[in-house]
C-alpha cells in the first residue's frame, strides 16, 4: 500500500526557515512528479512546487518562487522542501503529493493519486 509520510513542519518566525520531508512507503512514484501543496483555513489547497521524476526540473508557485526549494532523494525515496525567507502568510497544512499521471510535474490536486497527512507550519510576525 503506497504510504507518504511526512516530517518537518513546526513554528518559525518571519524571515526564519524550515525545511519538510515526504517519505514514500511502497515506491509506486519512481517514475512520477511528486510534489507540495499547501492548504490554509479557510482556503482551498493550492500548488506549492513539484519535482519530475528524476529530480532534474522543479516547478514552483509565484508566491513561493526564490524562497523555496524543492528537492529529490532517488535512493532514499524521499522529497524535501527547504522553506526560506519565511512569510506569516506561508501558514498552512502543507501536503505531500504523488502524482499519477505525469513524470515532469503535478497540473494540479485533481492529478494528485495520493497524498500525505499532511504537517503544520505556522510563521508568526
Known amino acids: 500500500q503506497v504510504r507518504l509520510e511526512e516530517s518537518g513542519g513546526g513554528l518559525a518566525q518571519a524571515g526564519g526557515s524550515l525545511r519538510l520531508s515526504c517519505g514514500e512507503v511502497g515506491r509506486s512514484f519512481d517514475a512520477y512528479a511528486m510534489g507540495w501543496f499547501r492548504q490554509a483555513p479557510g482556503k482551498e489547497r493550492e500548488f506549492v512546487a513539484a519535482v519530475s521524476w528524476d529530480g532534474v526540473n522543479t516547478f514552483y508557485a509565484d508566491s513561493v518562487k526564490g524562497r523555496f526549494t524543492i528537492s529529490r532523494d532517488k535512493a532514499q525515496n524521499t522529497i524535501y522542501l527547504q522553506m526560506n525567507s519565511l512569510k506569516p502568510e506561508d501558514t498552512a497544512v502543507y501536503y505531500c503529493?504523488?502524482?499519477?499521471?505525469?513524470?515532469?510535474?503535478?497540473?494540479?490536486?485533481?492529478?494528485?493519486?495520493?497524498w500525505g497527512q499532511g504537517t503544520q507550519v505556522t510563521v508568526s510576525s
Open positions: 503529493a504523488g502524482d499519477r499521471q505525469s513524470g515532469v510535474t503535478i497540473a494540479g490536486p485533481m492529478s494528485v493519486a495520493a
